[in-house]
Protein backbone atom coordinates (compact mmCIF):
# COMPACT_ATOMS: atom_id res chain seq x y z
CA UNK A 1 0.00 0.00 0.00
CA UNK A 2 3.12 2.48 0.61
CA UNK A 3 3.49 2.25 -3.42
CA UNK A 4 0.18 3.84 -3.81
CA UNK A 5 0.33 7.58 -3.75
CA UNK A 6 -3.26 8.73 -4.89
CA UNK A 7 -2.37 12.45 -5.65
CA UNK A 8 0.59 11.32 -7.94
CA UNK A 9 -1.92 8.73 -9.40
CA UNK A 10 -4.30 11.80 -9.79
CA UNK A 11 -1.72 13.53 -11.70
CA UNK A 12 -0.53 10.86 -13.83
CA UNK A 13 -3.72 8.67 -14.20
CA UNK A 14 -2.05 6.07 -13.20
CA UNK A 15 -4.13 3.02 -11.57
CA UNK A 16 -2.90 1.75 -8.26
CA UNK A 17 -3.62 -1.98 -8.90
CA UNK A 18 -1.25 -1.46 -12.34
CA UNK A 19 1.22 0.44 -10.52
CA UNK A 20 1.53 -2.73 -7.68
CA UNK A 21 1.09 -5.51 -9.96
CA UNK A 22 4.42 -4.22 -12.07
CA UNK A 23 6.11 -3.73 -8.74
CA UNK A 24 4.76 -7.49 -7.57
CA UNK A 25 5.83 -8.90 -10.69
CA UNK A 26 9.11 -7.17 -11.56
CA UNK A 27 10.41 -8.63 -8.26
CA UNK A 28 8.69 -12.42 -8.02
CA UNK A 29 10.67 -12.37 -11.38
CA UNK A 30 13.26 -11.70 -10.12
CA UNK A 31 13.53 -14.12 -7.32
CA UNK A 32 11.09 -16.94 -8.94
CA UNK A 33 14.17 -17.23 -11.60
CA UNK A 34 16.22 -20.39 -12.34
CA UNK A 35 19.37 -18.36 -11.91
CA UNK A 36 18.00 -17.37 -8.47
CA UNK A 37 17.09 -20.71 -7.90
CA UNK A 38 20.00 -22.30 -9.26
CA UNK A 39 22.41 -20.32 -7.36
CA UNK A 40 20.20 -21.30 -3.89
CA UNK A 41 21.22 -25.11 -4.70
CA UNK A 42 24.71 -24.18 -5.40
CA UNK A 43 25.18 -23.01 -2.18
CA UNK A 44 23.72 -26.04 -0.99
CA UNK A 45 26.17 -27.96 -2.29
CA UNK A 46 29.22 -26.25 -1.59
CA UNK A 47 27.64 -25.30 2.02
CA UNK A 48 26.03 -28.40 2.99
CA UNK A 49 23.60 -27.91 6.53
CA UNK A 50 25.13 -24.29 6.49
CA UNK A 51 23.23 -23.16 3.37
CA UNK A 52 19.82 -20.97 2.69
CA UNK A 53 18.10 -24.34 1.04
CA UNK A 54 15.82 -23.76 -1.65
CA UNK A 55 13.07 -25.45 0.76
CA UNK A 56 13.25 -22.65 3.41
CA UNK A 57 13.03 -19.96 0.39
CA UNK A 58 10.01 -21.04 -1.03
CA UNK A 59 8.53 -22.05 2.85
CA UNK A 60 9.59 -18.70 3.60
CA UNK A 61 7.68 -17.14 0.60
CA UNK A 62 4.92 -19.77 0.97
CA UNK A 63 4.39 -18.72 4.26
CA UNK A 64 4.57 -14.57 3.20
CA UNK A 65 2.82 -14.20 0.28
CA UNK A 66 -0.40 -16.87 1.34
CA UNK A 67 -0.48 -15.86 4.81
CA UNK A 68 -4.48 -14.77 4.23
CA UNK A 69 -4.46 -18.12 3.69
CA UNK A 70 -3.27 -19.51 6.43
CA UNK A 71 -5.69 -17.36 9.09
CA UNK A 72 -8.54 -18.18 6.83
CA UNK A 73 -8.60 -13.80 6.08
CA UNK A 74 -10.48 -12.32 3.13
CA UNK A 75 -7.95 -11.76 0.18
CA UNK A 76 -7.13 -7.86 -1.11
CA UNK A 77 -7.15 -7.75 -4.86
CA UNK A 78 -3.42 -6.52 -4.61
CA UNK A 79 -2.45 -10.01 -2.58
CA UNK A 80 -4.92 -12.12 -5.01
CA UNK A 81 -2.63 -10.18 -7.63
CA UNK A 82 0.50 -10.98 -5.46
CA UNK A 83 -0.76 -14.58 -5.33
CA UNK A 84 -2.06 -15.24 -8.71
CA UNK A 85 1.35 -14.13 -10.13
CA UNK A 86 3.48 -16.16 -7.85
CA UNK A 87 1.40 -19.29 -8.90
CA UNK A 88 2.19 -18.34 -12.60
CA UNK A 89 6.04 -17.73 -12.10
CA UNK A 90 6.15 -21.36 -10.20
CA UNK A 91 3.94 -22.50 -13.54
CA UNK A 92 6.65 -20.97 -15.87
CA UNK A 93 9.22 -22.85 -13.86
CA UNK A 94 7.67 -26.20 -14.54
CA UNK A 95 6.54 -25.62 -18.30
CA UNK A 96 9.29 -23.34 -19.32
CA UNK A 97 9.30 -22.12 -22.61
CA UNK A 98 11.17 -24.35 -25.78
CA UNK A 99 14.73 -22.90 -25.99
CA UNK A 100 17.14 -24.22 -28.18
CA UNK A 101 20.46 -23.99 -26.09
CA UNK A 102 23.71 -23.35 -28.79
CA UNK A 103 26.60 -25.85 -27.67
CA UNK A 104 30.09 -25.33 -27.75
CA UNK A 105 32.99 -26.77 -26.23
CA UNK A 106 33.57 -24.68 -23.24
CA UNK A 107 29.97 -24.46 -22.67
CA UNK A 108 29.33 -28.25 -22.41
CA UNK A 109 30.27 -28.25 -18.82
CA UNK A 110 28.68 -25.18 -17.70
CA UNK A 111 25.34 -26.86 -19.46
CA UNK A 112 25.48 -29.98 -18.10
CA UNK A 113 25.75 -28.40 -14.17
CA UNK A 114 22.65 -26.06 -15.42
CA UNK A 115 21.00 -29.03 -16.66
CA UNK A 116 20.87 -30.68 -13.01
CA UNK A 117 19.91 -27.51 -11.26
CA UNK A 118 17.59 -26.24 -13.30
CA UNK A 119 15.90 -30.27 -13.00
CA UNK A 120 16.05 -30.02 -8.79
CA UNK A 121 14.55 -26.56 -9.34
CA UNK A 122 11.43 -28.26 -11.16
CA UNK A 123 11.11 -30.69 -8.52
CA UNK A 124 10.68 -28.21 -6.30
CA UNK A 125 8.50 -26.22 -8.04
CA UNK A 126 6.02 -28.80 -8.57
CA UNK A 127 6.47 -29.37 -4.94
CA UNK A 128 5.71 -26.19 -4.30
CA UNK A 129 2.77 -25.91 -6.32
CA UNK A 130 1.29 -29.13 -4.75
CA UNK A 131 2.02 -27.73 -1.52
CA UNK A 132 -0.13 -24.69 -2.06
CA UNK A 133 -3.07 -26.29 -4.16
CA UNK A 134 -3.34 -28.78 -0.42
CA UNK A 135 -3.14 -25.33 0.84
CA UNK A 136 -5.70 -23.70 -1.03
CA UNK A 137 -8.05 -26.34 -0.98
CA UNK A 138 -7.99 -27.35 3.05
CA UNK A 139 -8.92 -23.34 3.18
CA UNK A 140 -12.12 -23.11 0.66
CA UNK A 141 -14.87 -24.37 2.94
CA UNK A 142 -13.72 -22.33 5.75
CA UNK A 143 -13.52 -18.86 3.41
CA UNK A 144 -16.26 -16.71 4.08
CA UNK A 145 -15.53 -13.55 1.73
CA UNK A 146 -16.94 -14.88 -1.59
CA UNK A 147 -14.04 -13.05 -3.78
CA UNK A 148 -11.51 -14.74 -2.06
CA UNK A 149 -13.10 -18.40 -2.10
CA UNK A 150 -13.36 -17.53 -6.55
CA UNK A 151 -9.92 -16.19 -6.64
CA UNK A 152 -8.83 -19.76 -4.64
CA UNK A 153 -10.71 -21.98 -6.80
CA UNK A 154 -9.03 -20.39 -9.54
CA UNK A 155 -5.58 -20.85 -8.44
CA UNK A 156 -6.61 -24.05 -7.47
CA UNK A 157 -7.57 -24.75 -11.37
CA UNK A 158 -4.58 -23.22 -12.94
CA UNK A 159 -2.12 -25.16 -10.41
CA UNK A 160 -3.82 -28.77 -11.61
CA UNK A 161 -3.80 -27.77 -15.10
CA UNK A 162 -0.26 -27.05 -14.94
CA UNK A 163 0.56 -30.22 -13.02
CA UNK A 164 -1.75 -32.41 -15.21
CA UNK A 165 -2.51 -30.92 -18.65
CA UNK A 166 -5.28 -32.84 -20.41
CA UNK A 167 -4.09 -33.82 -23.98
Known amino acids: M?????????????NPLSVVSRSQETILTRLISNNTLS???TGEAFDG????????????IN????KEVRNNQPIDVYRRNLQK???????ELVKPAPVTPVITPSSRNAMAATIAQQGDVISVAKAEL????????????SQKDSLSKYHLQDISDRIEQALN???
Do not use: Q
Open 39 to 41: KLI
Open 63 to 66: NSIF
Open 49 to 60: DKAYKITSFFSD
Open 85 to 91: IYVEKLI
Open 130 to 141: RNINSLVKSSLP
Open 2 to 14: WLIDKPVLDDIGG
Open 165 to 167: PKG
